[in-house]
């Protein structure tokens, strides 16, 4: 049932604020300030590395995830595309632990990474939004999203909740290794249990980002540009446009423009730039005054600061509320996903089950 929504995808975003939030509740306890004890077959602090495959959103979240575990727990991540990993036989060390992401658990090419990995003796977590799914079982240790059934075949809701229990994850890590004083583990759980009041914030400039959409509409190729975990980001925004709206769409990272990309930069290219005004946000704006030198189109996405600090003439700019650091991706992944699907409802494509798409890839 939509609701009173148009499609289940305009539905599942508007639905994030409450399923972050119940997501963060399974992991964090908010009275102490600290992650809530998980069944975890490996022990983060006596594991080397981590191992993290999945397929399209999912492995995107994991991305994300990298960036985290890596920062805030000092724990390298490898991270492959799972149609990627299941072939090329990556040397896999005893003190690693694999993780696995996947809204429907049943992912083949991520289910045969699980496999391999399980071969080579590892240990296996499985981020899953259905927990009765084959790589659920598959696994050691389920570690759900809390998204509820997820129909629109666009991923928004699991995605943001992967990405919440992937930030509380790498919080566990960080207390198991000692990389964080309790004092910075309960701001992060503070700073997290915010995120669903931010994710309602967003939900309501509605009506500037459909304007924006109708614009991109009129556009055959949209360029997204993200630095450290925006970089991510800027890849799901150009996935979900590509998929919804069929409109061309790449996501680089911000410091790759000019090894490549900019030479695609004219009138006819919008430019979507996600930047909050974070410790590289001067980075980011010299890449916009690169576009905008080449007639390039912005649209940035960032905040108040953001907004003032940028001295280059957008298109339009979205102010989004000024939030922490780690819930950033969060938070910035809503106005990605409205642009998306204002952009198809313009274009009148079948939003929820766009072509030659299926919800869950079970052939490889
Ligand atoms: C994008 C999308 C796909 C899935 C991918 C993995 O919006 O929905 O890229 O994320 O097919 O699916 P799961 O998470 O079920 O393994």
Redo the contacts with the bound molecule.
């Keep these: 049932d939509k609701g009173n929504h148009r499609h289940f995808m305009e539905k599942e975003i508007h639905e994030q604020p409450e399923v972050i939030s119940h997501t963060l509740a399974h992991y964090l306890d908010f009275a102490n300030g600290t992650s809530k004890p998980l069944d975890l077959p490996f022990d983060f602090a006596r594991i080397d590395r981590l191992a993290i495959s999945?397929?399209?959103?999912?492995y995107l979240s994991g991305l994300i995830g990298k960036y985290w575990f890596e920062r805030f727990a000092r724990l390298p991540v490898d991270i492959d595309i799972a149609s990627e990993f299941r072939y090329r036989e990556m040397p896999l060390s005893k003190n690693a632990a694999a993780l696995f992401?996947?809204?429907?658990?049943?992912?083949a090419d991520?289910l045969a990474s699980l496999r391999y990995c399980r071969s080579q003796g590892l240990l296996i977590g499985a981020v899953v939004n259905v927990r009765e799914s084959t790589i659920a079982r598959e696994s050691d240790v389920t570690l759900p999203t809390l998204a509820g059934p997820e129909i629109g075949?666009?991923?928004t809701k699991?995605f943001t909740c992967q990405l919440s229990v992937l930030a509380s994850l790498a919080l566990k890590a960080a207390e198991a290794r000692g990389t964080v004083s309790a004092a910075e583990a309960k701001a992060m759980v503070r700073q997290l249990a915010e995120a669903p009041r931010f994710a309602s914030q967003v939900l309501k400039l509605d009506a500037q980002i459909e304007k924006v959409a109708r614009e991109l509409s009129h556009y055959k190729h949209v360029l997204y540009l993200g630095r450290d975990t925006n970089f991510p980001l800027a890849m799901e925004g150009a996935?979900?446009l590509k998929?919804i709206s069929y409109i061309h769409a790449e996501g680089y990272a911000a410091g790759e423009l000019k090894h490549g990309p900019i030479a695609l930069i004219d009138e006819n290219m919008p430019v979507i730039v996600i930047a909050p005004h974070d410790r590289i946000f001067e980075k980011t704006v010299s890449n916009m005054q690169e576009v905008a030198a080449r007639g390039g189109k912005i649209i940035l996405i960032t905040d108040a600061k953001g907004a003032a600090h940028s001295t280059v003439n957008t298109l339009e700019t979205i102010v989004l509320p000024d939030v922490p650091e780690i819930i950033a991706p969060i938070v910035y992944a809503l106005p990605i996903q409205m642009l998306a699907y204002f952009t198809a409802v313009f274009m009148g494509t079948d939003v929820d089950q766009p072509r030659n798409l299926a919800k869950?890839?079970t052939v490889e």
């Design positions: 999945a397929c399209g959103t999912a992401i996947s809204q429907s658990g049943e992912t991520t075949v666009a991923s699991a996935l979900k998929e869950s890839v």
